[in-house]
Nanobody, 121 residues
Framework: QVQLVESGGGLVQAGGSLRLSCAAS????????MGWFRQAPGKEREFVAV????????RYADSVKGRFTISRDNAKNTVYLQMNILVPEDTAVYYC??????WGPGPYHYWGQGTQVTVSS
């Protein structure tokens, strides 16, 4: 069983930065691909970024390329999402996801509970 707990969300002004963290538990999670998704009010959940188990491969949604960076520390079983140059359209609940096989938008087997990010204009 894998459990994912996100943290680091909050309120930030446009142009600012936040770093989200996702702490994972489970003895094999360091071998899993880890992804970030987000869901804005009234919208469907959308893919943001994914990182391979070794950290050597990443993929981003076009809307965040050049602004967001996904990384992981397997010694800490934690994946991060550094978000820079935030805009109000980035406001959403951000979810961490994990899967041993899935790469990209999904589907993912394990999900966290989400953390709210609000960007004010």
């Amino acid at each position: 069983q894998v459990q994912l707990v996100e943290s680091g969300g909050g309120l930030v002004q446009a142009g600012g930065s936040l770093r989200l963290s996702c702490a994972a538990s489970g003895r094999t999670v360091r071998m899993y691909n880890m992804g970030w998704f987000r869901q804005a009010p009234g919208k469907e959940r959308e893919f943001v970024a994914v990182i391979g188990w070794s950290g050597g491969s990443t993929r981003y949604a076009d809307s965040v390329k050049g602004r967001f960076t996904i990384s992981r520390d397997n010694a800490k079983n934690t994946v991060y999402l550094q978000m820079n140059i935030l805009v109000p359209e980035d406001t959403a609940v951000y979810y961490c996801a994990s899967d041993p096989v899935t790469w990209g938008p999904g589907p993912y087997h394990y999900w966290g509970q989400g953390t709210q990010v609000t960007v004010s204009s």
